[in-house]
């Protein structure tokens, strides 16, 4: 095969993988002998092969269409019961049901968690909340209960949110407003509650594997922590986050979500210059989402960390809007897919756009691990739309929430400098040399998405001024 080998081949130790976004087939399935040609005079390899010969079926379930009974990730699971009214109000517990469905609405939306539905929550409702019954009947992790009050003119909730497995409160809430209020606008206490249920499942994962041996760690909370070290801002914190997806794909090997993260996290190794072997990680991150689209050609996360893969590390910007819509368009809901169909946007200039999905991916965004990256994206779409003030507001947020981010430091400081702000973006300047001493313009043209746009441009003209080469 010569040169062509490395394109559609990868070896390990362990595995020989094919390139499937350099391959096509022609065909259909069953109308070829797998592995036809492959002469290798080992009798267990010659008694597998045979084997998968005389079962056509594993063949053919390789090209089926996803289906319902695709195994999910093992991630958290969350159930919300409706919110108990004290003076036992009709309106209030139909208020109450009603509002524990829009929570149970918002959380569905994330990939990391697992939403028992509403109506197998309310199956169990009654006048006390018996956590040992929601857990045993129910399967879940954590359990979201409260209750409902009149008080005046003024409708009143307490929320509680509980580790189903020791009943340990692990956080609780009070909202309270006229009935008219939680009517009209329920996001002022629902998005509070929400979000304090990601932050809460992170810490509360990240606390329990602190000192554990991998293999000690319950499955539910392994991937939910890989994936929340994987966006902190230490290299240390990076490497055990690949030593968890590992795991979790030796446990769930047949779950799309999984294979994605993992590609995910080729693509942060060499986008945040922590990859000793960008080429190798490129390979990687190309190799693990095309898995995950071959076990779920249709699912909107997969769909997404593919295209982010081929914006960021190939810089085919053309396959990511391609990914992005797709996944948008089999979920309208996915945040991520806004998000980055959002960056995509700001990089070729689309600065409307670009705003547009940014925002619409923070409204639609249930739980954040990595919020961010959600507010350093908006930061890039606001520089596209020369919106400096946005932009900068949004880096600072990022940068308060990660204070190592690379990109959010560009942005802020090219913020600034459009601002006339340059002895503040000559601060910035120097974290950014600190945290990354050999960065350099040329290198940033030479590698990022944006470089032959005015928005790169923008960018490497901001640098310049700060004085990288």
Known sequence: MGPYFAELITTNNSEVTLNLSNVTFSGQPGQGTFLEGLDILEPRFLDWVDSIRNSPEQIYALFRAPSASLPRPPVPTVTVMPLLSIENNPELSVLGDWFAEEICRSLSRTNLLSVISHLSSRALAGRRVDIEVVRTKLGVDYCVCGSIRQLGDQVVTDVDFLDAETGRILWTRQFSGTLQEFVSDPEFSLDNIVKSIGSAIASDTLSYIRGRPINEIADHRLLMASVSLMHRPTLREFAKSREMLEEV????????EVYAWRGKWHVLSVFNGWSSNPAKDTKGAISNTSKALDIDPENAFCLTIDGFAHNNLLRRLDVASDRYEKAIGHNPNESLSWLLHGALFAFQDAGSQA????????LLSPI??????????SATAHLSAEDFEEALKFSESSLALNSRHLSTMRAKITALHFLDRTDEAMVVAEELRRRQPNFSVEEYLRAHPASAYKGGQNVARALRAVGFK
């Open 355 to 362: 705003v547009h999905a940014s925002r619409k991916a923070r």
């Open 249 to 256: 794909v030796k446990r769930a090997p047949h779950s799309a």
């Open 368 to 377: 954040d691990p990595f919020k961010y990256l959600y507010d350093c994206i």
